[in-house]
């Protein structure tokens, strides 16, 4: 199952490793808009709204998970391409080591503070209770998700990436009729969304790492070290970023959700299907970044640096092709989209929810081209680079949902301030993919 990306024609070696990395995406998030679409549906609107408040809480968590993927995944797939194995397997055991410790201290976090997060962002009452019994279920959950994030980034760094599809496909499917039967048969309410998520995330964790631990075994190599600190730093230095950059947005998106809440209910409501939709599509393109930095990772590595160019134009080409068809069902079919996920919803709610979608639609083309490079910019190891055009987007998001949401624009000039920040970063993150390998 392991796939050498350094050998062959680019496009096809990317198309091939990175279908099924998109497939894998597309179940990961039926996790959470199962999660949504049960709530919204077998218990209310309101449910539906605690349940999007709270998502915007775990999403730091996520945060902290992907960057150590990506840590991990940049660092083992350069061993692999070099086919230093002994190597790969002490940066492995390292990340597991390291990803540990810092699980611990989140959950810690979490714990503690789930009840003054939710107060930072002015939850409303009504939906208090149930956002933060969401919350505390979900808490319990962290390692799965970082064990499951370490397991994947092994995966593709090794060039597979139809094993984790397989898990995935499985567990969302499941998870979407645990979550109807704990919610409509148990009548768990908020508490069976929570816990069928953390049941079948606890499950497809645990069958990754064993497959993971197989799979390394059939590898030769001498006798590799549990734990390196050069290595720990070599995996910080892209994980760090990583986690930042998730981070920050997470963050980010925690101020602009206190700015949302500052409009009731109903529009959290409606923003809380219309960014499940978003994150499926930012979320997918993200994930294919993910596959074009294990392509790069590995033919530097290999020292064919002049392949990377190569990848760059299949990426693009790739993701455009997939953004066509999602950006005309978001323009043209976005009011059947949320009112999927509620059961007579109100005007308001409808509205805000549709209005986002073609507000951000047509700039998936212009997002996705930013996430290309930026795959290639982790994969190259030039993270003061990723960094800058990753913040720049996060800073313009935040002060512009503040500003323009105080104008006549009402909550529209929130949803206005994604594609400016999209723009500015996508031109700087091609300009430094540009300065970097024109040259090549």
């Known amino acids: ?44 609107e309101q449910a539906l709204a605690a349940v999007g408040n709270s998502y915007e809480i775990t999403l730091i968590f996520i945060a902290f998970a992907f960057g150590c993927n990506i840590g991990c995944s940049v660092i083992v797939s350069q061993f692999f391409g070099a086919k230093q194995y002994k190597e790969m397997k002490t940066a492995i055991s390292t990340a597991m080591i390291g990803s540990a410790i810092l699980c611990v201290v989140l959950m810690a976090v979490g714990i503690i503070g789930s009840g003054w997060l939710l107060e930072l962002i002015h939850t409303p009452a009504n939906i208090f209770e149930d956002s933060k019994l969401y919350l505390d279920i979900y808490v319990g959950s962290i390692p799965f998700v970082f064990f499951y994030n370490i397991a994947t980034g092994i995966f593709s760094a090794l060039g597979d990436s139809k094993t984790p599809f397989w898990f995935l496909a499985i567990s969302s499917v499941s998870n979407i009729f645990v979550d109807i039967l704990f919610v409509k048969e148990f009548q768990m309410g908020v508490a069976g969304v929570a816990w069928a ?70 529009v959290i409501a409606g923003y809380s299907a219309a960014i499940k939709l978003n994150n499926l599509v930012i979320t997918s393109f993200t994930t294919l970044g993910n596959g074009i930095s294990n392509y790069t990772a590995q033919n530097i590595g290999a020292g064919k640096e002049y392949r990377v160019k190569e990848g760059y134009k299949a990426g693009r080409k790739m993701v455009w092709l997939i953004c066509i068809p999602l950006v005309f069902l978001y323009l043209f079919a976005g009011k059947g989209l949320i009112s999927f996920f509620m059961d007579n919803p109100s005007r308001q709610a409808l509205h805000t929810g549709i209005v986002i979608l073609r507000i951000f639609a047509p700039f998936y083309f212009v997002v996705s081209l930013k996430l290309v490079a930026d795959g290639i910019l982790r994969g190259s190891g030039m993270m003061k680079q990723f960094m800058i055009a990753t913040f720049t987007d996060l800073i313009l998001r935040v002060v512009l949902a503040f500003v323009l949401s105080n104008t006549a624009l009402s909550s529209t000039g929130i949803w206005c301030s994604w594609p400016i920040g999209w723009t500015v970063a996508m031109i700087l993150s091609i300009s430094f993919y540009h300065k970097q390998y024109d040259k090549c």
């Open 197 to 266: 998520t953390f049941l079948c995330q606890g499950i497809s964790c645990v069958l990754a790492i064993v497959v993971v631990f197989k799979r390394l075994r059939k590898i030769q190599s001498e006798k590799a070290s549990v734990f390196s600190f050069d290595l720990f730093v070599k995996i910080g230095y892209v994980a760090i970023p990583s986690i930042l950059q998730q981070s920050f947005i997470s963050v980010g998106n925690i101020i602009i959700q206190g700015i949302i809440n500052g409009f009731g209910s109903s």
């Open 1 to 44: 199952m392991n796939k050498d990306l350094t050998v062959g024609n680019p496009e096809k070696v990317l198309w091939k490793f990175c279908l099924p990395l998109f497939g894998s995406i597309i179940f990961q998030q039926i996790y959470n808009i199962a999660d949504s679409l049960i709530a919204g549906k077998f218990i209310g």
